[in-house]
């Protein structure tokens, strides 16, 4: 069996997407979950084969947490209310597992395939909320976007579509700046500096709002911006 480490920070990358900075937190705000992180102890309200599934992950054997979290989500009654929140927690922690796996450019085959398990399971979980399920196709658009197949990123990035309205600001911030490199890379260079724009104009209406926006999703924002315009020339 392939040991996998499964590193727990974030990365902006110049040479393909940029990956969620911080993302942790955007999911567990998206998700109304509380994640369990590195060395914390599971919240009340977290059930503890998640966070058993979690350490596994992060211990190097993504394929044994993949089984757990499928095994705990088979026998979730997803009629109730109590079922919902589970289900999302464990969406929302493949999420935040596959993104991890996903982490740095050097990424191995194996941790990509790791990350790939992940996603399905996050797609399969029941009754995932419109922002959780467009939280899952853009971590899906950053897999087969490190796997070098931009088409199916653009693909993942149209299936947000209308649920994009329902978004955080940080979080179809996040999507925005990661669908322009993929646009970029398909020739689709109009499109690319039009998103790049309105990345733009979406950040600079949170900012005038008083949001709160990360430093570095900020900073991408307008490198996006940039590289593009340097692109066509402006």
Do not use: W
């Not at 982490?103 to 399905?120: I, M, R, V």
């Not at 940080?170 to 998103?195: D, Q, T, W, Y």
Request: aromatic share 4%; glycine share 6%.
């Amino acid at each position: 069996m392939h040991q996998v480490h499964i590193g727990s920070h974030n990365l902006l990358t110049t040479s393909g997407p940029v990956f969620p900075v911080r993302f942790q937190r955007v999911l567990s705000k998206m998700a109304d979950v509380q994640l369990p992180s590195r060395g914390s102890s599971a919240a009340p309200s977290h059930p503890e084969a998640l966070q058993r599934a979690a350490e596994v992950a992060r211990s190097g054997d993504p394929n044994t947490a993949c089984r757990q979290i499928g095994a705990f989500l088979s026998k979730t009654h997803a009629g109730s209310t109590r079922g919902v929140s589970v289900a999302a927690a464990a969406a929302t922690l493949c999420n935040q597992l596959a993104l991890e796996c996903m982490n740095g450019s050097d990424a191995t085959p194996e941790q990509l395939d790791a990350a790939y398990a992940f996603l399905k399971l996050a797609l399969r979980a029941p009754h995932s909320s419109p922002v959780l399920r467009a939280v899952t196709l853009s971590s899906s658009a950053i897999y087969y976007a490190r796997v070098g197949d931009p088409a199916a990123a653009l693909r993942c990035y149209q299936r947000v579509g209308r649920q994009f309205a329902v978004l955080h600001d940080a979080v179809s911030l996040h999507i925005m700046c990661n669908k322009v490199p993929i646009l970029a890379r398909l020739g689709k260079f109009e499109a690319a500096i039009e998103h790049a724009h309105e990345a733009v104009r979406k950040l600079t209406l949170a900012e005038h709002e008083g949001q709160k926006i990360d430093p570095c999703l900020r900073s991408a924002v307008l490198y996006n911006l940039a590289v593009e315009q340097e692109r066509v020339g402006h």
